[in-house]
């Protein structure tokens, strides 16, 4: 056996995926829920999409313990923000914030997040803060592991204006692409929609998303996987 599979203080490998999608009114982020360290699925049902105010979400991806500390401290600045100012903060203060944190503490941290949410001023935005600290803002934004498998279908799929409809519908069809091709990425997919009506959290199960390639149905028992073999007859 590998000794180095035994050595805690070596790096693990982290995977995940997530995205954030703009449409005509708002937005649509969408995550898998697998949290995997190294060969180790740790959770397979982690929620990956946090609230950083009533209007605002951020997706995580890296190492948990750095996006949700992350996501802590933003999400109690804002919340000051929003006392002083005595209205909610936009979009882009907690992109900022996000890029603050993870830029003055880059040496630190393993993490990269999308932010994203909708705001009176700008409507719905999604912002990239990638390893590093540097803020992006694009029509759409994908991260974690899963997303080098995405980048040409997102070049395909994507397109200014659309639906509501279809953005969730291209969001559930991309993580289960990903979750398909990456063994980091797995479990259900949960997106959360927001516009100007509020925000929307939907949840869709492993067992209900659309098969790619040679993927095998789900099944409650790996013996539904063997066919049957008539027994024989006995001999007396």
Request: glycine fraction near 12%; hydrophobic fraction near 35%; charged fraction near 20%.
């Amino acid at each position: 056996m590998d000794k180095s599979l035994l050595d805690v203080e070596q790096p693990h490998s982290m995977g995940t995926t997530i995205i954030g999608v703009t449409y005509n009114g708002g937005v649509v982020l969408g995550a898998d829920s697998r949290t995997s360290t190294g060969m180790y699925v740790a959770n397979r049902a982690s929620d990956k999409i946090t609230q950083l105010t009533d209007n605002v979400y951020v997706c995580r991806s890296g190492s948990a313990a750095d996006s949700q500390v992350v996501s802590d401290y933003v999400r109690y600045f804002l919340h000051q923000h929003t006392i002083q100012l005595g209205q909610p903060a936009t979009v882009k203060v907690a992109a900022s914030l996000v890029r603050q944190l993870s830029y003055n503490n880059k040496a630190m941290l393993q993490t990269g997040m999308i932010v994203g949410g909708w705001d009176k001023y700008e409507g719905g935005k999604i912002y990239g803060v990638p390893l590093g600290g540097t803020l992006l803002e694009q029509p759409f934004a994908i991260g974690g592991s899963g997303s080098s498998y995405l980048y040409g279908f997102f070049d395909q799929a994507w397109r200014e204006g659309m639906s509501q409809e279809e953005a969730e519908k291209l969001v559930v069809t991309a993580v289960s692409l990903a979750i398909a091709r990456d063994g980091a990425s797995g479990g259900v997919v949960r997106t959360v929609t927001i516009n100007k009506d509020g925000v929307k959290r939907k949840f869709y199960p492993g067992d209900t998303l659309p098969l790619w390639h040679e993927e095998m149905e789900a099944v409650n028992s790996l013996l539904d996987t063997v066919p049957a073999a008539s027994p024989e007859p006995m001999v007396s």
